[in-house]
Structure formats: C-alpha cells, structure tokens
C-alpha cells in the first residue's frame, strides 16, 4: 500500500522475509522493465539483459554503469529486522538482476537506512537509482553533513559471505573442571552427591517451566528477555550435566564448573549474578585436598569435607547471599532478590532444611509486593511498572 494509505496493489499472507523481500524485488524490477525495455514482464524476469554487453537497453534508453539500491525504514521497523531486510534484499538482487533488463550492470552500492518515514509507519521501501554516470554514482556517494544518510556499502553477494557453524572449541566444561580440580581428587560417587545432582535438575526443570511467566514479568518492567536467558542456562548446565563434567561428589568444584558454564552461556545481568553466586558457593565449600599446598585455597572459615549435608548447604547458601548482596549494593528491604536469599540462607544455616529455605524464600519474595520503595536493583529506576501489592504482577509459584 502507499503510505498515505493509498490502496496496495495486492493483499497477501505474509510470508517469511526472505519470500517478502523477494516480491517486492520482483515488483521493482518489472517496474524497470516496463520502463526500460517497453513492457516486460510483471515480474521482472523478462530476458531482456544481455548478459553484459555495453550497448543501450532496450528501447533505446542509455545503459546505466552502476545500479544502487536503497532501502528505507519507513519509520516503526526495528534496526534488527531492517539488517534482515537489508541482507535478503541483497540476496535477491544479486540472484534477480543478471536475468533482467539491467543484466551485465554492475550492482555496487547499497545504502540502508531512515530516509523518508511515514511517521511510525511498520514497512519498508526498496528504490533502485540506474546511475546514468560516473558523476551520477559520485554525488550520491559523496560525504553529506545530513546525519540521516546511511553511508555507502558494498552489497556482498551471498556467496562471499561467512555461513555455516562456527568452528568447534574445546569443551568449556572440560575446561574449567581441569582448572578446579588440578589439586583436588575426584572423589568416588555417593548417596549424597547423586541427592545433589537430583537437586540440580529440579532446579532446571522449575526454570525451564517459570521462564514464560517471568518473560512476561521481564517484559513489563524491563526487557522481556529474562526466559531467553535462563533458557540458555537450562541448555548449557543440563549439557553440562549430561556430559559427565560435573563431579557433585565434589561441591566446591561442581559449583566452579557450572559459575564458568553459566557466566559463559547466559549473559546479561542475571548470568554475571549467578555466575558470582556460584564462585561464592565454590569458595565456601570443602574441597577435598590431595596436596598440602592446596589446603591453602581454603577459606578458613569453610566446613570440613566431614561436616553434615545441612551445615555445607548453609555455610554456602550465606556466602550465595552475601554476594549477591555485595554485587548489587543491596541489603534486606531493598525490593530486591537479597529480600528471598537471605532469609532462605538464614533458614538453612538454622538447620531449617531445603523445605524450610524454600518456604523463607517465597515469604521473602511476597514480602517485596508490599514494599512501596525500591532502593536498588531494576525496581529501584522502572517506576510505577515493579509496583507491587494490589493489581501488581505476582512471581510464579512453583
């Protein structure tokens, strides 16, 4: 359609970009057609180039020495999907101009950009300039002090460009775990390790299924990208896992791993959160040392390989909580994930058991619905959109 609401030219499903770009390219190209070669085909494909030759075009009009393609947001595309738009515009005219009428013109420059908007119009617009110069091609690339104009590129054919998987590295997990257990032994597995590792997964499966939810938390009061993430954790912890890296006989370690895999694979700032978190966890866990020089790596105030399941889980759910804490500035009463750590390492560290830190965090977490002042973290420079109590959007409960 125009974009003063004209009526289109024709109404259709729409379908992949490529497919979508693909048609408009051939709509164009049978425009040049009718305009060079006297009545082409609507489609473009009208066996009207001469595969090269330097003569006029059909119907007697100059031959062009350069075809420059712009391409326009008209106002309400996001810059992702205009580079989308851009690379399959590309494509298909490198694939569509040899058969046209323009075939044998070299395709050179392409300029991608927002140079004319229908206010926040959701489309795009492909031009075609047919340089009938040198000069022509020099002033349209020639520097401008009009902020808006895109500069010059080359449009790199499909062929040149780099596709494929990216090649393979050693295994991230193979790597950190000869790191962090270089001094230490591997112990032999046990009922305790494989409890561990039972807990893990459970905490994977309770992400995977909250990740809709807390999308949708994410999208009201910030980016929206927060199931993404943790999908991408769930992915490469559960990898991890599976893979035999993780030696949960070994705690300290199986967290120094899994900091590693986590920092790497998820990003953002809940990725760097929980990647301390982890360390945190690493460094206050007993490891069990094969080397004298390695007693030296543990904290002093750390458990002993022999001390209960439960002092273990505690001693490292409060050094969890102290960093999350030291990492965001924050302290209890802040309006921010502190407020559930803390009283769920506290809980632990009383002997209250995993059930106990379970039911201290999520009190902790309501608790954050009836604070009316955030003091760090997101909520603290969203506003009015983390406000909770009344019609406030509730955590999942799993």
């Known amino acids: ?36 070669a006297g009545g082409g085909g609507a489609n473009g494909r009208t066996g009207g180039g001469d595969g090269g030759g330097g003569g006029p075009i059909n119907g007697g009009v100059a031959r062009p020495v350069e075809v420059t393609a712009l391409i ?54 492909l031009s075609l300039l047919a340089s009938p110069s040198a000069a022509v091609s020099s002033a349209v690339a020639a520097s401008t002090g009009a902020a808006a104009w895109p500069r010059r590129a080359a449009p790199t054919p499909p062929t040149a460009r780099v596709r494929g998987a990216v090649p393979p590295r050693p295994s991230l997990t193979a790597a950190a775990l000869d790191r962090h257990t270089a001094r230490y032994d591997r112990p032999p597995p046990s009922a305790a390790a494989a409890a561990d590792e039972g807990a893990a997964r459970a905490v994977l499966g309770a992400w995977a299924a909250s990740a809709p939810a807390l999308t949708a938390l994410d999208a009201v ?8 993430t943790l999908g991408r954790g769930v992915d490469a912890v559960t990898a991890a896992l599976d ?6 006989s070994d705690p300290g370690g199986a967290c120094a ?23 945190a966890a690493a460094g206050a866990a007993p490891r069990p040392v094969v080397a004298a020089a390695a007693a030296a790596d543990a904290p002093a105030d750390a458990p002993p390989p022999s001390s209960p399941p439960s002092r273990r889980r505690g001693v490292a759910a409060m050094a969890v909580a102290a960093a999350a804490a030291a990492a965001g500035g924050a302290r209890r009463g802040d309006r921010t994930a502190v407020d559930a750590l803390r009283p769920a390492a506290d809980a632990l560290a009383a002997g209250r058991g995993v059930a106990g830190a379970a039911a201290a ?38």
């Open 243 to 248: 893979g035999g890296g993780v030696c949960w």
């Open 1 to 36: 359609m125009g974009i003063h609401g004209e009526r289109g030219a024709e109404v259709v499903d729409l379908p992949p970009l490529p497919a979508l770009v693909g048609l408009v390219v051939d709509r164009l190209l049978g425009a040049v057609a009718d305009r060079f």
């Open 72 to 125: 326009n947001n008209l106002g309400g595309v996001p810059q992702r999907d205009m580079d989308a738009i851009t690379v399959a515009a590309v494509d298909a005219l490198h694939e569509r101009l040899p058969t046209s009428v323009l075939g044998g013109v070299p395709f050179n420059a392409v300029y991608a950009g927002t140079q004319l908007t229908a206010v926040n119009a959701v489309g795009f617009s």
């Open 221 to 228: 009061a910030g980016d929206g990208d927060m199931g993404v």
């Open 361 to 398: 965090a999520r009190a902790g977490a309501d608790a954050t619905g009836r604070m009316r002042v955030a003091r760090a973290g997101r909520a603290a420079y969203v506003g009015d959109l983390s406000k909770g109590g009344g019609g406030g959007t509730r955590a999942p409960r799993r």
């Open 257 to 279: 791993v899994l900091a590693e895999v986590v920092e790497e694979a998820m990003g953002g700032t809940s990725g760097g959160l929980l990647s301390l978190a982890l360390e």
